[in-house]
């Protein structure tokens, strides 16, 4: 059994971490854009954050309520203003001194400060065996596959448990070979979850209940198969085989190497006025396939179909029609969507 370090010198000088931007995230960074900034004092000393928020409410003629004060760092204040007119009215005095003598400076909140701007161009599709039906979540690949990696999406079919053999997800990730090949993945008995961050401090809980016996869960072993990876820069597609039930072998894996084409969206086919039957079977025709195809018509995710086929043996190849190439083609686009078979995602080459 593990015990309780003496110290804590063992820990780790510098580590990194990498996630997508959620909605949530988006909003946040939407509403402290336009409605934030940051504050510091002057050479006068520390301020207390009541006596601040006091200064700033009469100097700019604020409501209580219309204004959001806390604690900040490096900074010494965050203040976020429930009207944008307030927010402009700060930010065009950006120096404040009170009667008082206390000084005051103010910036806008800005998302770039103390960031170093990066450029992630590897995409890698991932199938993972092993995870139990429970925890088939984003938030559980994101923990498994590493804080260097963020998910980009899940495959329709493995978010919908509609084919279970792996789950697959495509990854964002900026060198594919930290990619592990097998891992262990512990999945603990459930928390007692916190109170929304909208609910009032007096109907909040003073503390939350301190835990009185060990943590259980259950550890479940993973393998970890690179199926393809994609480099937006050089603009290549390499696809590989893998088995079920071992982990990849770069010494033993084939892999097949093509340039990334574009996404070119299907020609509209000729509509003869004299010819109605064959025009309204083309409609229904196009409608069950626009159906099949709704992911990629939004956002060009990737319109996988809800179905897979039969896998088979388990230990043979990854099947043939893992990374077909897409074609243009009418026909065959509409031969691909009769199978079910796994489609390509607009802007990749399947082979």
Known sequence: MAEVPSDLVSRPELSHCMMSATGEVERLRTLFTARSVVAWTGKGGRVELS????????????????????????????????????????????????????????????????????????????????????????EAVAKLIGPRCSVHYVEEYSRRRNNNSTFDVWIWISDPSSIPK??????????????????????????????????????????????SVQDLVARYYRGYQWRYGETDDAARSRMVSRPLEPYRPLPEPDRHSDDEEDDHQEQRSRRRHRSRSLWGRFGGRSSSRSREPDRGDRGRYNEENRGRQRSCDVVVHRSCSRNLSRSAEPGETRL
Not at 91 to 98: A, F, G, K
């Open 182 to 227: 097998a891992s262990r993945f512990t999945i603990t008995r459930h928390d007692a979850e916190s109170a929304p961050v909208d609910t009032p401090f007096p109907d909040l809980e003073p503390e939350q209940p301190a835990p009185w016996a060990r943590k259980k869960g259950l550890t479940y072993p993973m393998i970890i198969h690179v199926d």
């Open 51 to 138: 006596t601040f928020a006091d200064d700033i409410r009469t100097a700019y003629r604020i409501h209580r309520n219309d204004i959001q004060v806390t604690k900040f760092h490096p900074e010494d204040f965050f203040i976020t203003f429930a009207n944008h007119s307030d927010h402009e009215a700060v930010l065009q005095q950006p120096r404040l001194v009170t009667r008082s003598g206390r000084e005051y400076f103010f910036r806008p909140w800005d998302e770039r400060r103390n960031a170093e701007a990066v450029d992630i161009h590897f995409r890698v599709r991932l199938c993972i065996e092993g995870i139990p039906m429970h925890g088939r979540t984003e």
